[in-house]
């Protein structure tokens, strides 16, 4: 089955710098590739996706990067604020399932 | 206007009781998930139903039986509860792996004493 890896499991950034979460998968099958937020307490939410036929796609101060030869994928956050401290997970399809990564913690200080 | 609620969110209990967990959704999604989050917050899917058919059963005990009377609803019961089932419970629904989005409940914390 799928099987999604995540790294660094825990950044701290200064706020307004940049913070970059990568992440591998191993099903050259996969199609779909999302990035859900979790605050503390709270559930996950999607904050951004990538379809396999696109290299790359941004909203506001996120992108998310696909490289489908390498089979990984990355998140990018720009100009940091406190409220993007949270845990990110990153997940790939496969095998009727969404297969997430182990997560990411953000830190952002202010 | 709940997308996908789950009840109840918190549950305390004793060693070796049977609880249950319920879900349901309103987004007329076909496939319903549950996922147990510990506390190194990895998320793990657990089952998986399309229209009220097993989809997945990730090797989970035989303790834990999902239940889905439609496909608007999945519910968990867990059996002889034992300390290792303390973690937050996630009841989750979307239009299947290979289409999209997850939208996840707001979980239920279930502590084992």
């Known amino acids: 089955g799928e099987n999604v890896e995540q790294h660094p499991s825990t950044l701290s950034v200064q706020e307004g710098d940049s913070a970059v979460i990568k992440c591998t998968y191993s099903?050259?099958?996969?199609?779909?590739f999302p990035w859900y937020k979790q605050e503390l307490g709270k559930r996950p939410q999607l904050i951004i996706d990538?379809?396999?036929?696109?290299g790359e796609k941004k909203d506001q101060r996120i992108a998310v990067t696909l490289n489908k030869t390498a089979k990984h994928f990355s998140l990018h956050i720009t100009e940091t604020q406190p409220e993007d401290s949270a845990v990110y997970f990153c997940a790939a399809n496969g095998n009727n399932r969404l297969a997430f990564g182990k997560g990411n913690q953000v830190v952002v200080i202010p | 206007d709940t997308a996908v609620s789950q009840t109840p969110k918190y549950l305390v209990t004793q060693m070796g009781n049977d609880k249950s967990i319920k879900c349901e959704q309103n987004?007329?999604?076909?496939?319903m998930y549950w996922y147990k989050q510990d506390s190194k917050k990895f998320l793990k899917i657990m089952f998986s139903?399309?229209?009220?058919?097993?989809?997945i059963n990730e090797t989970v005990p035989n303790r834990f039986s999902p239940k889905s009377p439609d496909k608007a609803h999945l519910n968990l019961h867990i059996n002889s509860l034992e300390l290792g089932d303390s973690a937050v419970y996630f009841c989750?629904?979307?239009?299947?792996?290979?289409?999209?989005?997850?939208?996840f409940g707001e979980g239920s914390r279930l502590t084992v004493l």
């Open positions: 987004l007329g999604h076909d496939t």
């Open positions: 099903d050259s099958a996969s199609n779909y």
């Open positions: 989750a629904s979307g239009q299947g792996a290979r289409t999209g989005e997850l939208f």
């Open positions: 990538i379809r396999s036929n696109v």
């Open positions: 139903y399309n229209n009220k058919e097993l989809i």
